[in-house]
């Protein structure tokens, strides 16, 4: 059976794509053959895959909200890995980009672990997804979102890619947070690092809020996002702020502190190079996929299995080394941890008369979290030219499974950018907004040279 069958029965077997399904039909299934979030409650037939049992919402006995956060699954023994030598024998669970870099990225390994579904969120996010099931809509034109509760899944039992890679764009991390991070852009050519890109990253949107009423009481704000660099020294305090919206153009300000000026850059979007990345990036690449959608026609194509990054404690950890986790191609094989998951596939192809670097993305979304964990990214000629991957980790005290180390790796530079290297640096501060430590104001454009201190 090919991918082409697998995915359209799968389609079928969940009426979860263009099937006529009545709304509350699909709302009370949440809870019950599906997760209060629409994933499949339960297991596969192999047994590889593990019912979902509620997430491993529970802290380690002993650990304090800001201490180094343990690795629940540490004792964990690898089952097998995929390297050059067998990479074939796994491939129908593999992205193509990542089957490219097995064969292609010297040393370049998968280490596989038992499955954990570890991820859970709070009862009132489960109870507002349920509303959202019923009652959430896009607008006319199919990619804006018209209706939703925030602090919850917009659309659990997506008939869309548009609709699935909003399940992304709005999945929740709390409130807002305050995150330190590095970036590392290997030089080319080179066996080192390079410089240590370092950020402080603020984040808060209205519609993360459990009181949230809705897309009109966000004010027509997605989120709030603030970067302030620190290092190296030839760009400490640069700072770029952005105002992402549901339905016009972005909002961006930057700050070069050589100039000591703010200035708009309504250009800064879609596939407009991201700053200090050599080209590496381009901007809707941050978080994995941002901003509009409106250059792409969005195509749900289905489930698989597929192999991707999951419970990445090990690589998060802020009391690690820089030089134990970062590597000049690729994050270091012995901390990066994969597992098998269900994960929805999400086509994008540019639009007729539309410009963008990339004229094709597949996305894969984890069923447990909505969030892209793995991207191919696809040249004019129909070939893979970037593969971005990141995996997700509980924040007890959320509680939510959140993100932070991701890598973009480009095939035909065949050079790697990492990104939220949170090794030497602090454990993020995921309940900054929940205890008043982010606030609106933190966003405001007119304090934006005030906030980068110079």
């Known amino acids: 059976m090919n991918l082409k069958t697998v995915l359209c029965s799968t389609m079928l077997v969940l009426g979860g794509a263009a099937g006529a399904a009545d709304p509350d039909q699909d709302a009370a299934r949440l809870g019950k053959d599906l997760t209060p979030v629409g994933a499949e409650r339960a297991g596969n037939k192999e047994g590889t895959i593990p019912a979902w049992t509620g997430g491993d919402m529970k802290a380690p006995a002993g650990w304090k909200t800001g201490a180094p956060r343990p690795d629940p699954y540490a004792n964990d023994k690898r089952l097998f890995s995929i390297d050059a030598s067998n990479v074939e024998q796994y491939k129908d669970k593999l992205a193509p980009g990542q089957t490219e870099m097995v064969k292609s990225v010297p040393g370049y390994r998968m280490d596989v672990y038992v499955t954990h579904r570890s991820c859970g969120f709070p009862d009132f996010y489960y109870e507002r997804t349920k509303k959202n099931a019923s009652s959430a809509r896009l607008a006319a034109n199919g990619q804006d979102i018209s209706e939703a509760l925030g602090a919850g899944v917009p659309f659990p039992i997506p008939r869309s890619g548009a609709q699935a890679i909003w399940n992304h764009k709005l999945h929740w991390k709390g409130e807002g947070f305050h995150i330190t991070h590095a970036g590392y852009i290997p030089p080319k050519g080179s066996d080192s690092l390079g410089e240590a890109i370092v950020q402080d990253e603020w984040e808060m949107s209205p519609m993360w809020s459990p009181s949230n009423k809705g897309i009109a009481d966000a004010n027509g704000v997605e989120f709030y996002l603030l970067n302030v660099y620190t290092g190296p020294a030839s760009i400490a305090g640069d700072a770029t702020l952005a105002q992402y919206n549901f339905a016009k153009p972005n909002d961006i300000w930057l700050y ?113 979290t909505w969030m892209v964990l793995v991207e191919d990214m696809y040249d004019a000629q129909g070939k893979v030219w970037r593969t971005a991957e990141m995996g997700p980790y509980m924040a007890w005290e959320i509680p939510a499974c959140v993100w932070a180390a991701n890598s973009s790796y480009d095939h035909v530079a065949r050079r790697v950018a990492l990104d939220r290297v949170l090794a030497g640096r602090k454990e993020p501060d995921w309940l900054a907004a929940r205890e008043g430590r982010v606030k609106a104001s933190t966003f405001e454009p007119d304090g934006l040279r005030r906030a980068t201190g110079r």
């Open 256 to 368: 070069f502190s050589s100039q000591r000026r703010v200035r708009r850059a309504p250009t800064y979007q879609y596939d407009a190079p991201q700053l200090n990345t050599e080209n590496l990036l381009v901007v809707d690449q941050y978080l994995q996929f941002n901003g509009a959608l409106d250059r792409y026609d969005w195509k749900l194509a289905g489930k698989k299995e597929l192999f991707v990054p999951y419970n990445t404690y090990r690589l998060n950890s802020a009391a690690n080394k820089v030089e134990d986790v970062a590597k000049p191609k690729f994050f270091s094989r012995d901390h990066t941890r994969y597992e098998l998951h269900r994960v929805w596939v999400v086509e994008a192809t540019l639009k007729e008369g539309m410009r963008h670097t990339f004229p094709k993305r597949t996305f894969y979304l984890d069923e447990d």
